[in-house]
C-alpha cells in the first residue's frame, strides 16, 4: 500500500490479525526512496496536485510530510516520519490494537527496509 495510510481497510485488516491470530508483533514496513513521499513532497515544494486519486494519497501525507519539504534530505527524513506516523496512528486508532499493546500480547514497530542493501531498521 504507497505509503503506509492508516484508513479503515488496513485498520480492519489488522485488527482481524491481532483478533484472531495474536501476532506478538505488527510492523509498518516503510522503504528508502518512497513514491508517495517523493509525491508528496514534489507536490508541496511545487504547489501542485498530483492527478486522479494519487492526490488523496498526497492529501493524507501532506500534513506529516510538509516540515521537511524544503529538506534536501525531505524524502528520507519524510519517509521515517510516516513509519513512525502510521504506527502511532494504528495504536491511537484501533482500541483492539491499543489493548493488544497494553496487555503486552502485541508490539506495534517501524522499520525501515534499504532497497539498496535490503537492511531493514527500526525507526
Do not use: K, W
Request: proline share 6%; net charge negative.
Amino acid at each position: 500500500m504507497a505509503g503506509n495510510i492508516v484508513d479503515d481497510l488496513l485498520l480492519g485488516s489488522i485488527e482481524y490479525a491481532v483478533e484472531e491470530f495474536a501476532p506478538p508483533l505488527v510492523v509498518v514496513l516503510g522503504h528508502e526512496r518512497c513514491g508517495a513521499v517523493s509525491a508528496t513532497i514534489n507536490a508541496i515544494r511545487t504547489g501542485t496536485q498530483p492527478p486522479g486519486h494519487i492526490g488523496a494519497l498526497v492529501d493524507a501525507l501532506r500534513p506529516i510530510l510538509t516540515p521537511f519539504a524544503n529538506d534536501p534530505n525531505g524524502v528520507e527524513l519524510g519517509v521515517r516520519a510516516n513509519i513512525r506516523a502510521q504506527a502511532e496512528a494504528l495504536v491511537e486508532q484501533s482500541e483492539i490494537v491499543r489493548e493488544a499493546v497494553e496487555h503486552g500480547t502485541t508490539a506495534v514497530v517501524g522499520a525501515r527496509y534499504d532497497l539498496d542493501t535490503g537492511l531493514v531498521t527500526i525507526v
